[in-house]
């Protein structure tokens, strides 16, 4: 077989063709890659040589009310790994549990850090002592990923004393780090779980930095300074409350280690929280870094609910302390005054239809005025007041003093008081003919379809205590804000609190509570508790003093028996207020 010399020519020229397509597609690639996109290439290459380490931001110092610090930041130290795979974090996490304790849970967790952000360092210690620190100093070259870095550490001073309002903070979860509130967030930071550090989460976290360590293609360490400029972290502006940390840690003192319950103390005119406790209480210190794993389970096995905000999210049947809406509704509509005496007088009970409604006093109370009866908490007198306002007026009057609403203060998981709507809230619990008009014998007293948050009772007490507004309570600085519940005049009002301070005059049910020259006005409760019949909870709320009100305070004890206990407790927490000098920062303005 022969070739035709035009056929090799025609092959050769094809073939050079191809030659010179082939080269020219190499070299636009070539210019591509070393021109066009050189940038885009050379930062790839910079992001595999360099890994971010995150410097964490401070957060905001929180301030009592005369600058006392509440809440700060410690220096403390981190330990984190930069690891090129899972495998290799295992083998190094392995290692390191042979130089300092490391739980395998520690050792879980750490993996799961890495896998929610693998170019990140996997932290292993958010909180490591100097002791540790050290050991691993000493050992670095066994760790060739190994990151130490100071990192701020909460600290709560008062620890115990403020947990009911201060919260904690942990490290954010992969659920929270889905969620809008928490865009920009980084697996590995701290946030806040639970009361003020929560609720201003987005006012005290600041802005993380980020630092840049040079790493090889194994993932080790080359040079830890210098590989490029660092971001400072932007640590945040701190954050002042109304509290008086002085009142506060005097009624944590009250309360002691038995007490079971919440007490909250505000100023009437402007709702500004000055202290808040609720017993037993947490160590928010220990949850700086991860909560030990014995002391979780200790806190969520606790039958006294230790995490559960009893002043917040508590709700109790609010007993006796309710007659005085029951007392300042009747004014309202011109049903009663001061003076006014019921027909049947206080023999120790009171029939109603085919059923007898004792009162607490076995012997009774006698034919009381509405403001002996007050003092004395006559039960009788005030079912037949309940009587004669009628169900539909007690239900309305009751959503009126907002006995149904969140007061809004600020701490997330407040809880609304409970408290019917309409009588058709009657008619869909038990059915149209399940119940009777002898629910407004209970209403009236504080009991049956009533439960009331302790915060919600201080609220309408600071509505007694001022002009009828009810304020609503602030624990961080913010803008004051009042509601008119009740259009009583200036004369029935001050006929109320004078009522009330009978309550703790000799005589009344909380003559115990008595303050040396100062007029305290309150009203004591015994609630029945649904959970344990023979152990009613004890309550207190009142103000002082009488004439010009500075202080409202309010107290419930779980299982407290008699109303007095309670008393004594609001009692001293007032006197302690009122009797020191006290000095307030200039307001600042909330974002």
Not at 297 to 309: E, S
Not at 373 to 396: H, N, P, T
Not at 522 to 548: I, R
Request: hydrophobic share 40%.
């Amino acid at each position: 077989m022969s070739f035709h010399p035009n056929d090799v020519q025609r092959r050769g020229q094809v073939a050079a063709v191809f030659f010179v397509v082939v080269f020219a597609v190499l070299l636009g690639a070539f210019f591509r890659t070393q021109v066009l996109q050189y940038a885009q290439y050379e930062l790839q290459s910079e992001e595999n040589r360099l890994r971010e380490v995150p410097l964490p931001a401070p957060r905001g110092t929180i301030y009592d009310r005369n600058g006392v610090v509440i809440a700060e930041n410690l220096p403390g130290y981190s330990v984190s790994l930069l690891s090129p795979g899972t495998d290799s974090l295992r083998a190094a996490l392995r290692r390191l549990a042979a130089a300092i304790p490391l739980s395998p849970e520690q050792q879980d967790l750490a993996i799961r850090r890495f896998r929610r952000a693998p170019n990140r360092p996997a932290v292993i210690l958010s909180d490591a002592t100097f002791e540790q620190v050290s050991v691993l100093e000493e050992r670095r070259p066994e760790f060739p990923g190994l990151i130490i870095q100071a990192s701020p550490k909460r600290h709560y001073p008062d620890g115990v004393a403020v947990s009911a309002f201060m919260g904690y903070v942990g490290e954010i979860t992969e659920a929270e780090l889905t969620q809008p509130a928490f865009k920009g967030y980084k697996a590995g930071q701290q946030v806040g779980k639970a009361g003020l550090e929560r609720q201003y989460e987005s006012r005290l976290h600041g802005r993380e930095g980020m630092r840049f360590v040079e790493v090889d293609a194994r993932g080790r360490v080359v040079r830890e300074a210098g590989a490029r400029p660092e971001l400072a972290a932007e640590p945040s502006e701190p954050l002042y409350t109304n509290v008086d940390i002085a009142l506060q840690r005097e009624l944590v003192r009250l309360f002691g280690d038995s007490l079971i319950g919440g007490a909250i103390a505000i100023d009437p005119a402007s709702g500004e929280v000055l202290a808040m406790h609720s017993a037993p209480t947490f160590d928010p210190n220990r949850f700086v870094g991860g909560i030990p794993a014995e002391y979780w389970r200790q806190l969520n096995t606790d039958p006294r609910r230790p995490l559960f905000n009893k002043v917040i999210q508590g709700r109790y049947p609010p007993a006796s302390t309710w007659k005085l809406a029951t007392s300042a509704l009747a004014m309202e509509h011109g049903l009663a005054t001061l003076d006014t005496r019921m027909p049947v007088p206080c023999t120790g009970g009171f029939q109603y239809g085919n059923r007898y409604f004792r009162c607490w006093e076995k012997q009774g109370h006698g034919n009381v005025t509405l403001a002996q009866a007050i003092a004395v908490s006559c039960d009788v007198y005030f079912y037949q007041l309940g009587l004669k306002l009628g169900l539909s007026r007690l239900i309305a009057g009751g959503v009126q003093l907002k006995f149904r609403e969140k007061t809004g203060i600020d701490l997330p998981d407040e809880q609304a008081s409970r408290f019917p709507y309409a009588i058709d809230y009657y008619n869909k619990r038990y059915g149209a003919r399940g119940w009777s008009n002898a629910v407004v014998l209970n209403l009236s007293i504080g009991q049956g379809e009533n439960d009331q948050t302790v915060v919600n009772m201080a609220r309408f007490y600071a509505a007694l205590a001022t002009g009828g507004q009810a304020p609503r309570p602030e624990i961080v600085r913010r803008n004051p804000e009042r509601s008119v519940v009740m259009s009583l005049t200036a004369a029935q009002l001050d006929g109320l609190r004078r009522a009330m301070a009978g309550v703790v005059s000799a005589g009344g049910t909380a003559a115990s509570a008595r303050i040396a020259d100062v007029t305290l006005a309150g009203k004591t409760g015994t609630a029945q508790n649904a959970q344990d019949p023979k152990n009613d909870h004890a309550w207190f709320v009142g103000f002082a003093p009488m004439e010009e009100p500075k202080i409202v305070v309010a107290v419930m004890l779980e299982f407290g028996g008699h109303g007095y206990r309670a008393a004594r407790i609001a009692s001293k927490v007032i006197e302690s207020y009122l009797k020191r000098p006290t000095t307030v920062l200039p307001r600042q303005e909330a974002e």
